[in-house]
């Protein structure tokens, strides 16, 4: 694999365990791309900080010491450990900190960076944001990131709760970035993955970052088209197979097509409940006069981990 090919994965820490349990997939990832990984914590500014942003000469005295129990470090800390127990950084090689500059951000970042053993990246990054969802979507623009990874909630919001609670932080932060996002939630290698396809441009385009991200994890992958009413049968199944067609002639092969009729975000979720990841395009319109992308719907309804490919 090229320099080109290289995946570049961002990791958000923070918010549960659920982040973690992404590094292991993206090791998995990286054992057959050699992809840079960054692992991301942003610390809001209510933690202590004075409104300006993170006290730059408080930092500098501070931030460079892992014994510190500050916000971020002990997660990022975590982090490091988990990828020196699986051979993606070697045990006992130690960096400093260091502090960048960015422009329009008064608190900057810390930065520590490792080689990992084919010669990726591994670089850990701490900031501190007023807004959460907009330093991630920063990081993953300056980062160039193909995906971003973020821990969300196995148990999705439902009834009153989630009509009076804010939108989870994951769910935000895959509306916001650019890139392919993934929300893990029970994120574990080795199992099939679930592409769903549509009949429309938008599906089709998607087909090519999905062949190449799968030839970096090396899962078996299962295609799935779901027909909103009968009258949609055929077009469904016309998806499923030019769907097949491609991967087979980009080199992923799937393992089995299938095609549903019913309601596409209730089948896709109830399907999908099997499989480590379900894979959907970021729809511009909906598969049906709901009003909302059904990749974002499933995102928020599964209780398994969701990639929305960007």
């Not at 998995?28 to 791309?33: F, N, V």
């Not at 510190?68 to 990022?76: D, M, Y």
């Not at 650019?178 to 199992?191: D, K, M, T, W």
């Not at 009258?231 to 998806?239: C, G, H, N, P, V």
Request: contains cysteine.
């Amino acid at each position: 694999m090229t320099q080109d090919d290289k995946l570049r994965i961002l990791i958000c820490i923070g918010g549960g365990p659920e982040a973690y349990a992404g590094l292991r997939y993206a090791v998995r990832l990286s054992k057959t791309s050699c992809a840079d990984i960054t692992l991301l914590y942003v610390r809001p500014l209510d933690s202590g900080l004075n409104s300006g942003g993170l006290e730059v000469r408080v930092a500098r005295e501070n931030v460079l010491d892992w014994g510190l129990e500050l916000p971020g470090l002990r997660q990022l800390k975590r982090a490091r450990d988990i990828l020196v127990e699986l051979g993606e950084i070697e045990p006992g090689h130690s960096r400093e900190w260091k502090y960048r500059e960015i422009t329009g951000d008064p608190a900057g970042e810390y930065v520590r960076d490792y080689e990992n053993p084919c010669g990726g990246l591994v670089s850990l990054r701490l900031r501190t944001a007023a807004d959460v969802t907009t330093a991630v979507s920063d990081e993953a623009k300056r980062f160039n990131a193909d995906v971003v990874i973020v821990g969300a909630s196995p148990e999705p919001l439902t009834g009153l709760k989630k009509l009076f609670s804010r939108k989870p932080l994951a769910l935000r932060i895959a509306a916001h970035v650019r890139c392919s996002v993934i929300l893990a939630r029970n994120l574990e290698p080795g199992r099939n993955h679930l592409v769903c396809v549509q009949d429309t441009d938008q599906s089709r385009a998607m087909l090519p970052m999905v062949s190449r991200y799968f030839q970096s994890c090396q899962y078996p992958v299962s295609i799935l088209s779901v027909a909103p009413t009968e009258a949609d049968l055929a077009s469904a199944q016309k998806a499923a197979q030019e769907a097949a067609e491609i991967l087979g002639k980009l080199g992923t092969t799937p393992a089995e097509i299938l095609v549903e009729v019913g309601d596409p975000v209730e089948t896709i979720t109830t399907i999908g409940y099997d499989f480590s990841l379900i894979l959907a395009s970021e729809s511009l319109k909906p598969w049906f006069a709901k009003g909302f992308s059904v990749s974002h719907e499933v995102a928020e309804k599964a209780r398994n981990s969701v990639m929305i490919v960007k």
